[in-house]
């Protein structure tokens, strides 16, 4: 197994952190993807610092893209995972946007993605996040969550992203 850990721009995303120990201690080889906009929450030196990876987040790295690599990181792990998926990323990728490295290297992926949303509960109950969602399962994608339970904003109810753990529990 090798995982392409996508890490968007979700108060949550310091969950990542864990993600990315647990897979460690199973032995689990992984690559990252950050949004630039997560740095926003959590530093690139402090995700580079736990996985002892290159963070991957500019589509426009030459050193990168001299040997396609949005093309590479889609294509050479064995399973996508967004954590955590922000309403944004989940409606870039169910339109087919590609303006940043971690949604074009979704567009060029030929696996399933699995998705761990996290967001507001009216986000995750609006229509048109809810017809994105369906559009993206509809095409063999997976989501995971999300849960009900406090959230970020100080409200209570469905939204909130899954504990780490739930994650390599559902990997098909």
Same mark, same amino acid.
């Given at each position: 197994?090798?995982?392409? &850990? ?25 690559? @990252?993807?950050?949004?630039? !906009?997560?740095? +926003?929450?959590?530093?690139?030196? &402090?995700?580079? $610092? @736990? ?7 500019? &589509?426009?790295?030459? *050193?990168? #893209?001299? !040997?396609?690599?949005?093309? =590479? ?6 399973? @996508? %995972? %967004? ?6 990323? %989940? ?7 590609? *303006?940043? &490295?971690?949604?074009?290297?979704? @567009?060029?992926? !030929? ?14 109950? !609006? ?10 399962? #509809? ?5 995971? $969550?999300? *849960? ?8 209570? $109810?469905?939204?909130?992203?899954? =504990? ?5 529990? +559902?990997?098909?």
């Amino acid at each position: 197994m090798k995982i392409l &850990l996508i890490i968007s721009s979700s108060v949550g995303c310091y969950k990542a952190l864990d993600f990315i120990r647990i897979i460690q201690k199973k032995e689990i080889d992984f690559e @990252i993807i950050a949004t630039k !906009n997560t740095f +926003q929450f959590i530093s690139k030196l &402090l995700i580079e $610092g @736990i996985s002892k990876k290159k963070i991957y987040s500019e &589509l426009f790295d030459l *050193d990168m #893209e001299q !040997n396609i690599g949005h093309i =590479e990181l889609a294509r050479s792990n064995t399973h @996508i %995972v %967004v954590y955590p998926a922000t309403a944004n990323i %989940v409606s870039k990728f169910s339109h087919g946007i590609c *303006d940043d &490295l971690a949604s074009t290297c979704m @567009i060029a992926a !030929n696996k399933p993605i699995y998705f761990a949303p996290a967001m507001n509960k009216e986000m995750w109950a !609006n229509p048109l996040i809810q017809k994105n969602i369906k559009s993206c399962e #509809e095409n063999g994608h997976f989501f995971i $969550g999300p *849960d009900t339970g406090s959230l970020a904003c100080g409200e209570y $109810g469905s939204g909130r992203l899954v =504990e780490p753990t739930e994650i390599l529990d +559902q990997l098909k």
